[in-house]
């Protein structure tokens, strides 16, 4: 039977069985005082979630890591291992099932950053805050990473693992057989989409570029594909001023175009592949390494996957180029990026607060987060990581992409963005379906929105 606490997050499990239905087919360092004891001494067993697939298996490497680790350092407490092999959205959907019931629940969590004040919300996630004032790491974090766990009280939920950035990959080969330049770096979409259309035409063995454009590639197409395009634009999805979300946006609308332009005239890949619940893995393990697509709008954390692993592709630095996405017609700041990243958080309904604390901490000390940032590929949030030159010399796209952050944007840190979100899947993915134009897309969006956070929390673009 779910308590009381549980009961605001029903509509929550509802939404994300929804989108599952919907879908077709992303040491050094002390230690916090206290062990295993403190919090946990009655529990022998911490059970920790995490998500892995075929091209994404840092996560996993890391928590096996951090398990024999914590229980030699912890005896007596044993550390439950419970992956979740599934692409980003139906994590989050079983995630969420998981959390519906304490008999279920997690002691340690993979949180994706935008979910974080959702599922602090709903009363699914711990605040920390006492056990970080304790842990001398804690100064080690960045401002903008403390600020990513933060819950609509201003309590902690959740240690940064690190952050990313997104660009555009292409493949110099390909560029090099149909006359592009290979140090290319496009000004505007136009010229994206110039460059699309000339890998077509003299290459139509190979599909020109990837945009996640389907519900079922969830955030994927919020983030990677959307937002990419929108915050190229003179609009966003809120008005920072007024803290109210925006309808009747042209950059909404001329964002949609652009991917309805992608798909009519067949510049990506075939609509079977586009609309694959698995297109996230199949573009870092075939499309990209087999040469078959020419551009992929992804994120920083791709190369991780080939410099080791079972997906190793020893050419890939060769191979590929990389290029910032421009905005719309080049206005300043010329580029933009979209940055998000996971944390480790503590679940409301553990029995061992303090021993899930501790886990999360040796997790993330300075040696963990060094071994997962250059396996994961990720922007490091702690000062120790960043400037570490193990770090800096492992990845070559390292600093390409760190760059980035001057130009980058973070999705609106609010509740109802997980639903919002999922409205722009809806949006994008009919419009490169061919089943509404971008202005009936945008308006189906708009009302889904009003819907969602009320009409007194919009307004009208400018």
Same mark, same amino acid.
């Given at each position: 039977?779910?308590?009381?606490?549980?009961?605001?997050?029903?509509?929550?499990?509802?939404?994300?069985?929804?989108?599952?239905?919907?879908?077709?087919?992303?040491?050094?360092?002390?230690?916090?005082?206290?062990?295993?004891?403190?919090?946990?001494?009655?529990?022998?067993?911490?059970?920790?979630?995490?998500?892995?697939?075929?091209?994404?298996?840092?996560?996993?490497?890391?928590?096996?890591?951090?398990?024999?680790?914590?229980?030699?350092?912890?005896?007596?407490?044993?550390?439950?291992?419970?992956?979740?092999?599934?692409?980003?959205?139906?994590?989050?959907?079983?995630?969420?099932?998981?959390?519906? #019931?304490?008999?279920?629940?997690?002691?340690?969590?993979?949180?994706?950053?935008?979910?974080?004040?959702?599922?602090?919300?709903?009363?699914?996630?711990?605040?920390?805050?006492?056990?970080?004032?304790?842990? !001398?790491?804690?100064?080690?974090?960045?401002?903008?990473?403390?600020?990513?766990?933060?819950?609509?009280?201003?309590?902690?939920?959740?240690?940064?693992?690190?952050?990313?950035?997104?660009?555009?990959?292409?493949?110099?080969?390909?560029? *090099?057989?149909?006359?592009?330049?290979?140090?290319?770096?496009?000004?505007?979409?136009?010229?994206?989409?110039?460059?699309?259309?000339?890998?077509?035409?003299?290459?139509?063995?190979?599909?020109?570029?990837?945009?996640?454009?389907?519900?079922?590639?969830?955030?994927?197409?919020?983030?990677?594909?959307?937002?990419?395009?929108?915050?190229?634009?003179?609009? *966003?999805?809120?008005?920072?001023?007024?803290?109210?979300?925006?309808?009747?946006?042209?950059?909404?609308?001329?964002?949609?175009?652009?991917?309805?332009?992608?798909?009519?005239?067949?510049?990506?890949?075939?609509?079977?592949?586009? +609309?694959?619940?698995?297109?996230?893995?199949?573009?870092?393990?075939?499309?990209?390494?087999?040469?078959?697509?020419?551009?992929?709008?992804?994120?920083?954390?791709?190369?991780?996957?080939?410099?080791?692993?079972?997906?190793?592709?020893?050419?890939?630095?060769?191979?590929?180029?990389?290029?910032?996405?421009?905005?719309?017609?080049?206005?300043?700041?010329?580029?933009?990026?979209? !940055?998000?990243?996971? +944390?480790?958080?503590?679940?409301?309904?553990?029995?061992?607060?303090?021993?899930?604390?501790?886990?999360?901490?040796?997790?993330?000390?300075?040696?963990?987060?060094?071994?997962?940032?250059?396996?994961?590929?990720?922007?490091?949030?702690?000062?120790?990581?960043?400037?570490?030159?193990?770090?800096?010399?492992?990845?070559?796209?390292?600093?390409?992409?760190?760059?980035?952050?001057?130009?980058?944007?973070?999705?609106?840190?609010?509740?109802?963005?997980?639903?919002? #979100?999922?409205?722009?899947?809806?949006?994008?993915?009919?419009?490169?379906?061919? *089943?509404?134009?971008?202005?009936?897309?945008?308006?189906?969006?708009?009302?889904?929105?009003?819907?969602?956070?009320?009409?007194?929390?919009?307004?009208?673009?400018?």
């Amino acid at each position: 039977m779910l308590t009381s606490r549980h009961i605001a997050r029903v509509g929550l499990v509802a939404t994300a069985l929804l989108a599952a239905t919907m879908m077709t087919a992303c040491s050094g360092g002390g230690s916090p005082s206290g062990g295993a004891s403190g919090g946990g001494a009655a529990a022998t067993t911490i059970k920790v979630v995490y998500q892995k697939t075929a091209s994404f298996t840092a996560a996993d490497d890391l928590m096996q890591k951090v398990k024999t680790e914590y229980e030699a350092a912890n005896p007596g407490v044993t550390v439950q291992l419970d992956p979740i092999t599934a692409e980003a959205d139906q994590y989050y959907t079983k995630l969420a099932l998981m959390e519906g #019931s304490p008999a279920t629940a997690p002691d340690v969590i993979y949180e994706d950053t935008f979910q974080v004040r959702s599922d602090a919300a709903a009363g699914y996630l711990l605040p920390i805050d006492d056990y970080l004032a304790k842990w !001398s790491d804690w100064s080690q974090f960045s401002d903008g990473a403390k600020q990513a766990g933060l819950g609509d009280d201003g309590k902690t939920y959740g240690v940064s693992m690190g952050s990313d950035t997104r660009g555009i990959y292409y493949n110099k080969t390909i560029f *090099q057989k149909v006359g592009l330049p290979t140090d290319w770096q496009p000004k505007t979409w136009a010229d994206v989409l110039s460059a699309a259309e000339t890998v077509k035409a003299k290459d139509p063995s190979v599909a020109p570029l990837n945009i996640f454009a389907s519900k079922a590639a969830g955030e994927a197409t919020t983030m990677q594909g959307f937002e990419m395009l929108l915050y190229g634009t003179n609009n *966003q999805l809120m008005d920072t001023q007024s803290s109210k979300w925006l309808t009747g946006s042209q950059g909404f609308k001329d964002s949609l175009s652009f991917i309805q332009q992608l798909f009519s005239k067949k510049l990506v890949p075939s609509m079977d592949v586009a +609309l694959d619940a698995n297109l996230q893995s199949i573009v870092s393990t075939q499309l990209l390494p087999q040469g078959k697509v020419a551009m992929a709008i992804d994120g920083s954390w791709l190369p991780g996957g080939w410099m080791t692993g079972p997906n190793a592709w020893p050419q890939w630095n060769t191979t590929l180029g990389v290029a910032k996405m421009p905005t719309q017609n080049g206005q300043a700041p010329g580029a933009v990026s979209m !940055s998000g990243g996971w +944390l480790l958080s503590v679940g409301a309904d553990t029995k061992a607060p303090q021993a899930a604390f501790n886990f999360v901490a040796t997790a993330l000390n300075k040696d963990n987060s060094l071994a997962y940032d250059i396996a994961n590929s990720q922007i490091a949030v702690r000062q120790d990581v960043a400037s570490d030159p193990s770090y800096l010399n492992t990845n070559p796209t390292a600093k390409f992409f760190s760059d980035l952050m001057s130009v980058t944007h973070f999705r609106p840190a609010t509740p109802d963005y997980p639903q919002i #979100s999922q409205a722009i899947q809806v949006a994008c993915e009919s419009v490169a379906t061919g *089943q509404a134009t971008p202005d009936q897309a945008a308006a189906t969006y708009d009302q889904s929105l009003i819907s969602i956070v009320g009409q007194d929390k919009t307004q009208a673009a400018s």
